[in-house]
């Protein structure tokens, strides 16, 4: 589904991403883990197209038409409703204008805000917010998701939720979650990547980390 | 074009659905206005050259607000990282700001119809002129914007592309002034005419549309969207 070969990424002759490789497969949820700075985000910008890179090492499948994606802190345009923003989005997705209100429909059920869609987004409180970013991402069913600290800021239950809802999502499609925090990455993920200092220093099933705190330190400071 | 249509309605989206975005025109209409219609009845003249010479004094204020947001505020925010990462080209982003930021100011423009209407009944102003001074106008509109979106691609704080783009739109109408021209060498002087809007407006106003004026404003545009496309294309080095 993707594979990304010798990706290495610069800025100012500083390496921030250091040739990276991995496949990920369909169905699969991977957990991109390391400290503040070691290169996740970029990673993750590098994977949307916001950054590229001389050489292409990125290759998707065939049948991957578009990617969602949610970034770290969520931005969202507090002028409009979510019926508002979807719309903005499946038109910049190229959804055609028929197909455009049942897409919508669809990600507002999934991510559950039926009771909100008609209200300003500044008006939501952090958990709607975040699940409209995650139902943005969705719109035009992509068949990869990235998202980059989906959780961050939210209350536990809504954590739990959005858990759940990413879970749900992981059914159709492949998602890679970019997270520094490791009880996230056991819960939700099937695979863990670590990466340090811009390299991947581990990558494996997460049934196969007996100790993933004790990994997760053990392969980060130095 | 849908892209490009859907980013023009959501960034006069952006105007229509926040108070700031009337109050600028409601000041607009008041000072413009006020100052038209307080000489208006000494100088008894069916004519708009104050009119509009108010108005794009207060479009070098005006401008600066309306555009500093456009791309400083989607960086600050990190919205341009969504929408870079959909199939959307820099220049579709840009056109899109350039075409909603554009219809905002028109409405600037269409409060003033009633000023214009209430010249038209006590008197008979010149339509010939009159057409030219809205003509001139939008040129400068679109000349205005396209530099305010330009310094607003430069940085990611709204207030620095406030101080770029008032500075460059002061310049424009101080260094072609009688004031700074008086002073200058005659060959230097007529470089900056040459270079800069006014004179040209000036031109346009009478009535007197030609082929050198309308391609200097669409270079004017199409190099600083261009220039603003590399500045946004420089994330990706």
Known sequence: ?222 | MNKIKAIAIKELFFFLNSPFGYLYLFIILVITNWLFFSEFFVNNLSSFESLFSNFYFILIFFIPVITMNSLADEKKQGNWEVILSLPVSDLELLIGKFLGIFAYSLISLVVLIPSFVTVFILGMPDVGIFTGQILATIFLLCSYISAGIFFSSLTSQPLVSFIFTFALLLLNNLIVSPMVMSRLPQSIGQFFQFIFISQRVSTISTGLLDIANLLFFFSWVSIFIIASSLVLKKRKL
């Open chain 1, 1 to 222: 589904m993707l594979k990304v070969t010798g990706l290495s990424k610069s800025f100012s002759g500083h390496k921030v991403v250091k040739d990276v490789s991995f496949d990920i497969d369909k169905h699969q949820i991977v957990g991109l883990l390391g400290p503040n700075g070691a290169g996740k985000t970029t990673l993750m910008r590098l994977l949307t197209g916001f950054y590229t890179t001389k050489k292409s090492s990125i290759s998707w499948s065939k049948d991957i038409k578009h990617i969602g994606y949610l970034p770290e802190n969520n931005p969202l345009y507090p002028f409009l409703t979510p019926l508002q923003y979807f719309k903005f989005i499946c038109s910049l997705k190229s959804i055609p204008v028929k197909k455009q209100n049942s897409e919508i429909k669809k990600v507002i059920n999934s991510c559950k805000l039926t009771n909100v869609y008609g209200q300003a987004i500044g008006t939501l409180s952090k958990g709607f917010k975040q699940r409209v970013g995650l139902a943005a991402a969705l719109l035009g069913n992509p068949g990869f998701l990235i998202l980059d600290e989906p959780t961050s800021g939210l209350d536990p239950k809504q954590i739990l939720d959005f858990r759940n809802l990413i879970k749900d999502q992981s059914k159709n499609r492949a998602v890679i979650i970019s997270t520094h925090i490791l009880s996230e990455a056991k819960a939700v993920c099937d695979r863990i990547m670590i990466i340090s200092k811009g390299v991947i220093v581990l990558d494996k099933l997460t049934s196969a980390i007996k100790n993933l705190e004790k990994e997760f330190l053990r392969l980060t400071n130095e």
